[in-house]
């Protein structure tokens, strides 16, 4: 892996350990040699992993909207800033140029990055990991709820176990660097079986 994309808060969080666990995550990026390509920001947890890769001569690439630039105060000492558009812009950018997807704690907004990439590879429009780096169990009730989307009939075995999931930084990299994704999603109604 060359590059991992990383979704994450904008805000630290009420918990120390969610910026600690950036700061490692950032740490052992650099020392993996695995480029980050994140939002762009320089504030919250975002900006926490991004100064921990550079602090250890890490690669680091921003992607921000042209709207949030000065919203989300865009990190000045990145490797490289891309400024797009739209939020859609932003994902597609991010999506083209990472190897996987990993999602630290953050609210709706990193849930909705996740999300939409996450179902991107169901429909095998990329065939990259993607995964939680569930710190402090933040995932816990969103881990529930995609087996309860299982067993409702919503979403199939093979897809959930896409959605790697582990509370440490090394398990969940092995977990990324062994990953084979299932085959291509097909919609066959019951009359076709």
């Given at each position: 892996m060359r590059k991992l994309a990383v979704f994450c808060g904008s805000s630290e969080g009420s918990n120390i350990m969610y910026k600690q666990v950036a700061n490692r995550l950032g740490e052992e990026l650099a020392r993996l040699k695995i480029g980050l390509v994140y939002g762009g920001a320089s504030v919250g947890i975002m900006g926490a992993v991004a100064d921990a890769v550079l602090k250890?001569?890490?690669?680091?690439?921003?992607?921000?909207?042209?709207?949030?630039?000065?919203?989300?105060?865009?990190?000045?000492?990145?490797?490289?800033?891309?400024?797009?558009?739209?939020?859609h812009e932003r994902k597609?950018?991010?999506?083209?140029?990472?190897?996987?997807?990993?999602?630290?704690p953050g609210g709706p907004g990193t849930l909705e990055e996740f999300f939409e990439i996450f179902t991107w590879a169901q429909l095998?429009?990329?065939?990259?990991?993607?995964?939680?780096?569930?710190?402090?169990?933040?995932?816990?009730?969103?881990?529930?709820?995609?087996?309860?989307?299982?067993?409702?009939?919503?979403?199939?075995?093979?897809?959930?176990?896409?959605?790697?999931s582990a509370e440490d930084i090394s398990d969940l990299l092995q977990m990324f660097h062994s990953y084979e994704p299932p085959a291509i999603k097909t919609y066959i109604t019951r009359q076709q079986t």
């Open positions: 250890n001569g890490g690669h680091v690439t921003g992607v921000m909207p042209r709207f949030l630039e000065g919203r989300e105060i865009s990190h000045k000492g990145l490797t490289e800033l891309i400024v797009v558009e739209s939020m597609a950018k991010m999506a083209e140029l990472a190897d996987g997807f990993l999602m630290l095998g429009l990329h065939q990259k990991p993607c995964g939680f780096l569930n710190v402090n169990q933040y995932f816990n009730p969103l881990l529930a709820l995609f087996d309860h989307m299982v067993k409702e009939g919503f979403l199939q075995e093979k897809y959930r176990r896409m959605a790697l």
